[in-house]
């Protein structure tokens, strides 16, 4: 681990301790996203994911307990210089607290720390909540891609170049 990660290893959100998501962590990403995305991710697609080299996954924990209020997951590309986003939610009942501002500015700054010069996500057209917390937090529209979720409904493709300041 880098000495950037090992100092921004745990933080605070106010009541909630943000950190690397671990194994035992994995049960509520899929509970979480049973219940905020359309389409959520299968147990043994995030487990496939969660083991490759360049994935984490950091969550907010209300209280420092063990209940999953938040999460973000991110992928740092092979070639070094990229990273792509995997997945952001928020549990409804911790909405509006600045937890995916907070996890989203730190993975920003830990795909930095690794090497990620630029990250680039997918939105759902139907998502204008999300499309407008990404250009808040200083991401650009690049395009539209036609049918990109399983359902077949278009995502707005969505990137943004880090800076020293690991993308704050």
Same mark, same amino acid.
Do not use: K
């Given at each position: ?22 194994? +035992?962590? %994995? &049960? ?6 049973? /219940?905020?995305? $359309?389409?959520?991710?299968?147990? =043994?697609?995030? @487990? ?48 509006? +607290?600045? %937890? &995916? ?6 993975? /920003?700054?830990? $795909?930095?720390?690794?090497?990620? =010069?630029?990250? @680039? ?48």
């Amino acid at each position: 681990m880098a000495r950037h990660e090992v100092r921004t290893a745990f933080a605070r959100c106010g009541p909630y301790q943000l950190r690397p998501l671990t194994w +035992r962590d %994995l &049960a509520q990403v899929v509970a979480l996203e049973r /219940l905020v995305f $359309a389409e959520p991710i299968r147990p =043994r697609e995030l @487990v496939s994911l969660y083991r490759r080299p360049g994935v984490t996954y950091v969550g907010a924990f209300p209280d420092g307990g063990h209940r999953l209020g938040a999460y973000f997951g991110f992928e740092c590309l092979p070639s070094g210089h990229g990273t792509h986003v995997l997945a952001n939610a928020t549990h409804p009942d911790d909405r509006r +607290r600045g %937890l &995916a501002r907070a996890l989203v500015s730190w993975g /920003l700054e830990l $795909a930095y720390a690794r090497g990620s =010069r630029w990250i @680039v996500g997918e939105v759902r057209v139907s998502n204008a909540a999300q499309l407008a917390f990404m250009e808040v937090m200083g991401w650009t529209v690049a395009d539209r891609m036609p049918r990109f979720f399983g359902n077949g409904e278009d995502a707005w493709m969505v990137y943004r170049c880090l800076d020293e300041a690991g993308g704050q």
